[in-house]
């Protein structure tokens, strides 16, 4: 990244050659960290990030009062402002983005610097004001949420723009250098939970500030990344609007995804509020910090497990997360008619399921970036920004239910509720991101870097006598574009396209994506 690596090298060099990761532990090895300055921070700034926003938006996090259990003065309506806010930020940053000055490298770096600066400080600021608010309030008053909801709106603000750049930061990234470090830092993020009911209002407070401050310490230093790929967006926008097309043409792959998620995420949310809201008793305080290394020690399992996986099968398998996140989730979701006698196991499953849908997404994201070369700032906006207008919909149907339902009738909603969830999930799952399209998400295929394929589609060309243009066909179709992609990316008719894909399958001697595909893994083994 902007600073150099354990053997002297600029991330940012193009010409250098990417280490092989069987030997980057040992001859044996496939998966592995590095504990280098560059992994070292992202681990550190991203898992300080995610804290933050989870521990301002769960229950029992830094804004739970003592007026309403579940802290409903304060964190509701900052809860339900930040994500609103963040998500929109977020969805027309995919819509239209933003583009860079391209004038002065250093001018350049040092705006972005600042304007990260800022957002952290307001970041801090807002959380710890939160923090503050939810010590004092001792009504429900008028003023009090009016006051959580400005929060709120500024929080928001702070988590679309860190979402934004730590998405383009991990997308610079090959696999093997982020899986290992994303699973570490997404499991880490639950450590400060179980400590923060014991530090009390000052201590909440530091982690409030001290948490942006520390993800913007650690983001500062991949600066010159985020400019590179604002510039490398920028000038790929002027090419194509130069050619009179579009810079990524229509993308469904990346749209069901951020679908699927959206359902992933709303149901969690409603499971989540639904334990609150309709439970029998409250969960006792001093149970939190067991929730919390419950929720530490499975997700920690889970991740280690698939990681397991990948390396006795030496194999990147997104699918993985995909499957745990779904199972979890159900498995949450039939907890739920558990929460009225029982809210500890319900409310600890649901966390776990929350813990490795929030994994799934930054993986797909990556993958989305990776396989398929659509801006990062249009995968990270569209998923995330999904994720997070998915949560407060969530909240208030849980909270319409509440409404709607007496108190006495709450036990015999839930297992039709949990089935509801359970129904969602499954739809989302079969019919709108089944499990064999992440195959055009799943790197498996690639064991090296980002340039490893591109290197492996110019040999296949080579050896197969492919013209140029079934060259250029024969890449997008092993990164999982479809014909309708092709043909507005390179500006062609679509008989033109299946003339050229019809040809190369001849000479190739295949017949399918599939077989595409595996002839690359042959290849590549």
Same mark, same amino acid.
């Given at each position: 990244?902007?600073?150099?690596?354990?053997?002297?090298?600029?991330?940012?060099?193009?010409?250098?050659?990417?280490?092989?990761?069987?030997?980057?532990?040992?001859?044996?090895?496939?998966?592995?960290?590095?504990?280098?300055?560059?992994?070292?921070?992202?681990?550190?700034?991203?898992?300080?990030?995610?804290?933050?926003?989870?521990?301002?938006?769960?229950?029992?996090?830094?804004?739970?009062?003592?007026?309403?259990?579940?802290?409903?003065?304060?964190?509701?309506?900052?809860?339900?402002?930040?994500?609103?806010?963040?998500?929109?930020?977020?969805?027309?940053?995919?819509?239209?983005?933003?583009?860079?000055?391209?004038?002065?490298?250093?001018?350049?770096?040092?705006?972005?610097?600042?304007?990260?600066?800022?957002?952290?400080?307001?970041?801090?600021?807002?959380?710890?004001?939160?923090?503050?608010?939810?010590?004092?309030?001792?009504?429900?008053?008028?003023?009090?949420?009016?006051?959580?909801?400005?929060?709120?709106?500024?929080?928001?603000?702070?988590?679309?723009?860190?979402?934004?750049?730590?998405?383009?930061?991990?997308?610079?990234?090959?696999?093997?250098?982020?899986?290992?470090?994303?699973?570490?830092?997404?499991?880490?993020?639950?450590?400060?939970?179980?400590?923060?009911?014991?530090?009390?209002?000052?201590?909440?407070?530091?982690?409030?500030?001290?948490?942006?401050?520390?993800?913007?310490?650690?983001?500062?230093?991949?600066?010159?990344?985020?400019?590179?790929?604002?510039?490398?967006?920028?000038?790929?926008?002027?090419?194509?609007?130069?050619?009179?097309?579009?810079?990524?043409?229509?993308?469904?792959?990346?749209?069901?995804?951020?679908?699927?998620?959206?359902?992933?995420?709303?149901?969690?949310?409603?499971?989540?509020?639904?334990?609150?809201?309709?439970?029998?008793?409250?969960?006792?305080?001093?149970?939190?910090?067991?929730?919390?290394?419950?929720?530490?020690?499975?997700?920690?399992?889970?991740?280690?497990?698939?990681?397991?996986?990948?390396?006795?099968?030496?194999?990147?398998?997104?699918?993985?997360?995909?499957?745990?996140?779904?199972?979890?989730?159900?498995?949450?979701?039939?907890?739920?008619?558990?929460?009225?006698?029982?809210?500890?196991?319900?409310?600890?499953?649901?966390?776990?399921?929350?813990?490795?849908?929030?994994?799934? $997404?930054?993986?797909?994201?990556?993958?989305?970036?990776?396989?398929?070369?659509?801006?990062?700032?249009?995968?990270?906006?569209?998923?995330?920004?999904?994720?997070?207008?998915?949560?407060?919909?969530?909240?208030?149907?849980?909270?319409? $239910?509440?409404?709607?339902?007496?108190?006495?009738?709450?036990?015999?909603?839930?297992?039709?509720?949990?089935?509801?969830?359970?129904?969602?999930?499954?739809?989302?799952?079969?019919?709108?991101?089944?499990?064999?399209?992440?195959?055009?998400?799943?790197?498996?295929?690639?064991?090296?870097?980002?340039?490893?394929?591109?290197?492996?589609?110019?040999?296949?060309?080579?050896?197969?006598?492919?013209?140029?243009?079934?060259?250029?066909?024969?890449?997008?179709?092993?990164?999982?574009?479809?014909?309708?992609?092709?043909?507005?990316?390179?500006?062609?008719?679509?008989?033109?396209?299946?003339?050229?894909?019809?040809?190369?399958?001849?000479?190739?001697?295949?017949?399918?994506?599939?077989?595409?595909?595996?002839?690359?893994?042959?290849?590549?083994?």
């Amino acid at each position: 990244m902007a600073g150099n690596d354990g053997e002297g090298r600029s991330r940012g060099d193009a010409t250098a050659k990417p280490e092989d990761p069987r030997t980057a532990k040992g001859p044996d090895a496939f998966l592995s960290l590095r504990p280098d300055g560059a992994r070292t921070r992202l681990l550190v700034g991203f898992a300080s990030f995610v804290a933050w926003v989870n521990l301002l938006i769960c229950f029992e996090g830094l804004l739970r009062d003592t007026v309403a259990y579940g802290g409903g003065v304060v964190r509701d309506p900052f809860f339900v402002a930040a994500m609103l806010v963040a998500g929109v930020a977020l969805a027309v940053s995919a819509l239209g983005g933003f583009r860079m000055a391209a004038a002065g490298r250093v001018p350049v770096r040092r705006r972005l610097v600042r304007s990260l600066a800022l957002a952290s400080a307001l970041g801090g600021a807002s959380g710890a004001g939160g923090v503050l608010l939810a010590t004092f309030a001792v009504s429900n008053a008028t003023v009090v949420w009016a006051t959580a909801t400005v929060l709120g709106c500024v929080a928001g603000l702070f988590i679309a723009a860190y979402t934004l750049a730590w998405g383009s930061v991990i997308a610079t990234f090959d696999m093997r250098e982020i899986l290992v470090a994303l699973c570490i830092a997404l499991c880490l993020q639950w450590v400060p939970f179980v400590g923060v009911v014991l530090v009390g209002a000052a201590g909440k407070a530091v982690l409030a500030v001290g948490l942006p401050l520390l993800s913007w310490w650690c983001l500062s230093s991949f600066s010159d990344d985020l400019i590179r790929a604002s510039a490398t967006l920028a000038e790929r926008r002027g090419r194509c609007s130069a050619g009179g097309g579009r810079v990524a043409g229509r993308d469904f792959v990346t749209g069901r995804m951020a679908a699927a998620l959206f359902c992933f995420a709303f149901v969690v949310q409603f499971v989540w509020t639904c334990n609150i809201v309709m439970g029998g008793e409250p969960l006792p305080e001093g149970l939190f910090w067991l929730v919390y290394i419950c929720v530490l020690a499975v997700s920690t399992l889970a991740m280690a497990i698939i990681l397991g996986l990948m390396e006795r099968w030496r194999s990147y398998r997104m699918e993985l997360f995909y499957r745990m996140a779904f199972a979890f989730g159900v498995l949450g979701s039939v907890a739920l008619p558990l929460a009225y006698n029982h809210l500890f196991f319900s409310y600890a499953v649901i966390y776990v399921a929350y813990a490795l849908i929030s994994a799934t $997404m930054w993986m797909l994201a990556w993958s989305a970036v990776f396989m398929r070369k659509v801006p990062p700032r249009r995968v990270i906006g569209c998923v995330f920004g999904l994720q997070y207008l998915a949560l407060p919909c969530g909240f208030a149907a849980a909270k319409l $239910m509440q409404w709607w339902a007496s108190p006495q009738a709450s036990s015999e909603l839930l297992p039709y509720v949990g089935f509801a969830a359970v129904a969602m999930l499954v739809i989302a799952y079969v019919l709108v991101l089944p499990e064999r399209t992440l195959l055009l998400l799943s790197p498996r295929l690639l064991k090296l870097s980002h340039e490893s394929l591109d290197e492996r589609c110019r040999d296949v060309a080579r050896t197969f006598g492919l013209t140029e243009r079934e060259g250029e066909i024969f890449a997008l179709l092993a990164r999982g574009r479809d014909v309708g992609y092709i043909e507005q990316e390179l500006f062609i008719s679509r008989n033109t396209v299946n003339t050229h894909r019809k040809n190369l399958y001849r000479k190739l001697g295949i017949h399918t994506q599939q077989e595409l595909l595996s002839l690359i893994e042959d290849e590549l083994s």
